[in-house]
């Protein structure tokens, strides 16, 4: 598997830099990965695509607005990323800056606020707060929503809301868990009445699911680390939706990095708490996840390779030739795809 086998052309007026007026007013690509099957859909349909014991699998992350604007005491401009918070005044960051800054460097941030650079940690800075306000509170006050590069805007007011999954709970994401931001309460409540059951892991998406892959030869790269929690009683669920002939199915590519991380070890899905590098790609074989809804990815992505490990390669390039010969729009605030 060479990086090039995942490449595909698009043109740049398909990719969404802002989301549909309503979450559900997206399209839904449906793919058959058995024998390469697509049909076309609006994102409502997948009520119909969905069965009553069917289990959906949430990733209940919350997007924390992580990117933060600040400057050196010469005035050298700073852009701070945080990728995790470790404690209350601390945080491991990314840091772009015209020099890297050293240790006991201050950043003057918006408000009078302010942060300490504490150290060096490989390609990331161990970063605090350096008033009495928390992390938290600092991001809360003058930090911005972290959307995509591909977005190619500043931030709006509507970002904070809708670069969030309505059902989001567990903050610590740099990135939205995007196969789930086409859902909304009522969309929620007709699928439960319909007899579909929900279950929340949490993985907190890093900055890392940005960065490309770079070696060409796909099982030389390796993942960013990030944390990951699967519950007693998300391994209560699943087990139970086996059991009554329903399907196991993953909102999103993190979703599926989190069950497949707690079932890997011995193909039955335990407790798992900590950090994951799971890198799926083709010839992975799955051991828990039965369908999946996702968004369209960039090509060469880490998360394209795992969706033609589920769908297999040459599936899902012809539905995504496919989706974009019908328009689809591409990316986090773009379309979604079910893949069965």
């Known amino acids: 598997m060479n990086l090039s086998d995942f490449d595909y052309h698009l043109p740049d007026e398909l990719i969404a830099r802002y989301p549909t007026e309503q979450r559900t007013a997206s399209r839904l690509l449906a793919l058959d990965k058995t024998n390469g099957e697509v049909l076309h859909h609006q994102f409502i349909d997948l009520i119909d695509e969905l069965q009553p014991n069917d289990l959906l699998v949430f990733n209940n992350t919350r997007v924390i607005p992580a990117r933060l604007f600040g400057e050196k005491a010469s005035g050298g401009k700073v852009e701070v990323m945080i990728e995790r918070i470790t404690s209350g005044s601390r945080g491991i960051a990314q840091i772009r800056a015209s020099k890297s800054p050293k240790p006991d460097t201050i950043i003057h941030l918006e408000q009078g606020l302010s942060l300490r650079v504490i150290d060096r940690i490989d390609d990331m800075f161990l970063i605090e707060s350096n008033d009495e306000a928390s992390l938290s509170m600092v991001l809360q006050a003058v930090g911005h929503m972290p959307l995509p590069p591909y977005i190619d805007r500043e931030d709006e007011t509507l970002d904070r809301e809708r670069y969030q999954t309505v059902y989001s709970s567990r903050e610590g994401a740099v990135a939205a868990p995007t196969a789930g931001l086409h859902f909304d309460q009522v969309m929620l409540s007709k ?21 490309p892959v770079r070696e060409s030869y796909i099982p030389d790269h390796k993942m960013h680390a990030e944390y990951v929690e699967v519950s007693a009683d998300v391994c209560n669920d699943i087990r139970m939706a086996q059991a009554a002939g329903g399907r196991v199915i993953a909102i999103g590519t993190t979703a599926v990095r989190s069950v497949e991380t707690a079932s890997v ?17 083709p010839g992975y074989q799955f051991k828990t996840v039965d369908a999946m809804l996702t968004n369209f990815h960039l090509p060469q992505s880490s998360l394209i390779m795992l969706v033609s490990a589920f769908a297999g390669r040459e599936n899902t390039l012809l539905a995504y030739q496919q989706a974009i010969n019908e328009q689809y729009r591409f990316f986090s605030y773009g379309d979604a795809m079910f893949i069965r």
């Open 191 to 211: 699928l439960s009445k319909k007899g579909i059951n929900f279950t929340y892991v949490t993985l907190h998406v890093g900055a890392g699911t940005y960065q």
């Open 265 to 281: 070890e011995s193909g039955w899905i335990e407790p798992y708490y900590g950090d994951t590098e799971i890198f799926i790609y």
